[in-house]
Nanobody, 117 residues
């Protein structure tokens, strides 16, 4: 059974940076396209894809993540990262990692990111 554990969130001022980590059980990171999603306050449970990294290493960023976020992975450590720079208050959300397309059984507890203005 795959388990994903996110960490690295916190409270940061606008313009600051955070690096999120997603530790996976098993070898899913090296065999599956992995992505970061976020659920913003008031989103009624909707989780939007922020970025993903394909098995071959291709990375894709969605919307405002372009130019500010960097997704990467360490296959040996079964970990996916999300480096977030130039953070904005609208980046405030709970961040989750999951496969792309997502698999509902993979959701972890997420990590809270709060950006103050």
């Amino acid at each position: 059974q795959v388990q994903l554990v996110e960490s690295g969130g916190g409270l940061v001022q606008a313009g600051g940076s955070l690096r999120l980590s997603c530790a996976a059980s098993g070898s899913i990171v090296s065999t599956t396209t992995m992505g970061w999603y976020r659920q913003a306050p008031g989103s009624r449970g909707e989780r939007d894809l922020v970025a993903y990294i394909a098995q071959g290493g291709t990375t894709v960023y969605v919307g405002s993540a372009k130019g500010r976020f960097t997704i990467s992975r360490d296959n040996a450590k079964n970990t996916v990262f999300l480096q977030m720079n130039s953070l904005k208050p609208e980046d405030t959300a709970v961040y989750y990692c999951n496969a792309v397309p997502l698999r509902s059984q993979y959701w972890g507890q997420g990590t809270q990111v709060t950006v103050s203005s």
